[in-house]
């Protein structure tokens, strides 16, 4: 590999990845202007936005995760809307509808708030199914259907979904279906003690707070057509073949593990892993990825798409500790 980073093609891509990596670092420092702590989550958010992915948050009430996207997309040249989901929420209060014009005595096409760059679809699991799927079509296939008629959605098209792990009453659970077209799954904690007290500061004493555009929406999809450039050695494909392989045939690497798995990652994760690691590598200035950019987004990627067994949540067993496991029975390249 090391032979493969002394060609110049490599060279030309560390290149335009450091020049893409300082800008990526402004909009990190603009969130974190508002957002105090949570750097771990901000720098996920920005890894799915460059792979085109999406993301499901999962965290208690008042963590900030809508002001996280909003001002996410306040750095960006780019709209932003936020979905509230309820159970009476209809697929057309999302996607839009036809109205009949009697002027014209035709329909014409209201379009819904779906129609924007960055949406946030807050407490999805409220939602019933035909909502949750409506949203779900948009993100993968980046087009909408009214009534027969497609519409494509504009680019750059980011979709962050919260949920909330307490409450299950008057909540629809996501299809697995459904949940593996999230590119990742990110738990969001509380902040730690010095954080509340920036918090509490930044927040209660009239400290406004603004942000900068600090990138325009066709600089994000030219860094989005980078990542497919991004170098991946065969070695690092074959590491990710074998890490989601594992999960799917864990007594094929020696792994004790195989009656707490019900069903192992789809070939999804193997694309998400490899994309993922990608963005990863622009946000560390490289034209290159390396074993750890797959590390850094393993857990993320995975745990949404290993089903346990009943066995493994009676013994409270999580697919973070699966996927512990087979990280370090995995050999690194």
């Known amino acids: 590999m090391m032979t493969d980073m002394l060609n110049p093609e490599i060279e030309e891509l560390n290149r335009k990845a450091e020049q893409y990596?300082?800008?990526?670092?402004?909009?990190?420092?603009?969130?974190?202007?508002?957002?105090v702590g949570q750097d771990k989550i901000i720098v996920k958010l920005i890894v799915a936005l460059?792979?085109?992915?999406?993301?499901l948050l999962e965290g208690v009430p008042g963590l900030a995760k809508t002001l996280l996207i909003k001002t996410l997309s306040e750095c960006i040249d780019s709209n932003f809307v936020r979905l509230q989901f309820t159970p009476d929420l209809l697929p057309a209060d999302i996607i839009g509808t036809k109205i009949y014009d009697h002027n014209s005595t035709?329909?014409?096409?209201?379009?819904?708030?779906?129609?924007s760059n960055f949406v946030l679809a807050d407490e999805i699991n409220r939602a019933p199914p035909k909502v949750q799927s409506a949203l779900l079509e948009a993100m993968q296939e980046k087009q909408v259907t009214i009534q027969g008629e497609t519409f494509p959605l504009e680019e750059p098209f980011f979709v962050m979904a919260t949920q909330n792990p307490?409450?299950?009453?008057?909540?629809?659970?996501?299809?697995?279906?459904?949940?593996d077209r999230f590119m990742f799954k990110l738990l969001i904690s509380y902040p730690r003690k010095v954080e509340e007290s920036k918090i509490i500061h930044r927040f209660t004493?009239?400290?406004?707070?603004g942000v900068q555009k600090t990138i325009t929406g066709d600089q994000l999809i030219e860094i989005q057509k980078f990542n497919h450039q991004v170098y991946t050695d065969q070695k690092i494909g074959e590491y990710v073949a074998q890490i989601v392989d594992a999960t799917r045939h864990p007594e094929d690497y020696g792994l004790d593990i195989d009656n707490k798995i019900e069903y192992g990652a789809s070939p999804r994760a193997s694309l998400w892993l490899t994309v993922g690691?990608?963005?990863?590598?622009?946000?560390?200035?490289r034209g290159y990825v390396i074993p750890q950019d797959i590390q850094d987004i393993v857990y993320d990627v995975l745990r949404h798409r290993i089903l346990l067994t009943y066995d493994a949540?009676?013994?409270y067993i999580t697919?973070?500790?699966?996927?512990?496991?087979?990280i370090e029975k995995i050999p690194i390249p």
Do not use: M
Request: glycine share 8%.
């Open 106 to 115: 035709s329909f014409s096409t209201v379009k819904g708030p779906i129609f």
């Open 319 to 326: 697919s973070d500790q699966i996927i512990k496991t087979i």
């Open 50 to 55: 460059l792979s085109k992915g999406h993301v």
């Open 166 to 179: 307490i409450e299950s009453e008057g909540t629809y659970k996501l299809p697995e279906a459904q949940i």
């Open 21 to 35: 990596c300082q800008l990526l670092s402004n909009v990190h420092n603009e969130i974190s202007k508002v957002i």
């Open 277 to 285: 690691a990608k963005s990863n590598a622009i946000l560390h200035g």
């Open 313 to 315: 949540e009676a013994e």
């Open 205 to 209: 004493e009239g400290i406004n707070v």
